[in-house]
């Protein structure tokens, strides 16, 4: 990874989901699919959705940063986290995705590592080490602080996608899917938004910061859900 450079490139051959030959890896939602709510719920604004279940996206579970470190997902409780799920081998979709990412931090500015947390949980543990993470990381000026890019076991990364409704599934074809998507987790560390990889990045970080100011957005979020029941 050390001639890592990122691939630059505007669309997707088709919304929300990538396919590419080689080593696979298969994302999919087990009941709310980022490909599938966007054809299935309406939004109020382009690629938001309010989360419809009830779990813990910062669970008592210990990964390992870029830089080797230790992390306790428990322990970024107390303010809101952008979520997202890549590999440093993905030849492309995974790199629009965190370019995406990188235009939310810069609408954040001085909030990310104050008041708003990025977590970058790869989804390859058994070929994504710390030292891998870390040029992924660096090809995108993404070692900054309040940015962590997570592994663990492969125990662990499946437990902590199913607070996610994600599953990682190998099929026998040689395909990657994707499902290219973020999720904003409350300072309580409840899911309570997904964003489809269109949204504006003035939206994310804009959310991010009211989760970060108190409850409205939970409100806002629970008021939508109460629209479409």
Not at 144 to 172: C, H, N, P
């Amino acid at each position: 990874m050390a001639g890592f450079k990122p691939w630059r490139f505007q669309t997707l051959s088709a919304p929300g989901r990538a396919r590419t030959g080689g080593s696979y890896l298969l994302i999919v939602f087990t009941v709310a699919s980022l490909a599938v709510v966007g054809c299935n719920r309406a939004a109020t604004e382009r690629g938001v959705y309010p989360v419809e279940y009830q779990t813990d996206g910062l669970p008592n579970l210990t990964l390992t940063d870029q830089y080797g470190h230790p992390l306790s997902l428990a322990a970024l409780k107390g303010q809101p986290v952008l979520f997202d799920f890549i590999y440093t081998s993905c030849p492309g979709p995974c790199q629009l995705l965190t370019q995406h990412m990188k235009l939310i931090a810069g609408k954040l500015g001085p909030a990310l590592g104050l008041r708003v947390s990025f977590v970058s949980v790869t989804v390859d543990p058994e070929h994504d080490r710390p030292g891998r993470l870390f040029d992924y990381a660096r090809a995108f000026e993404a070692n900054v602080k309040g940015w962590y890019f997570l592994t663990g076991s492969s125990a662990q990364i499946d437990q902590l996608m199913s607070s996610f409704r994600l599953e990682r599934k190998r099929e026998s074809d040689g395909e990657i899917g994707h499902v290219l998507g973020y999720f904003l987790v409350a300072p309580d560390g409840h899911p309570i938004v997904e964003y489809s990889e269109g949204v504006e990045p003035s939206i994310a970080a804009r959310d991010a910061e009211t989760a970060a100011s108190g409850n409205s957005l939970i409100a806002w979020a629970s008021t939508e859900f109460r629209n479409w029941i």
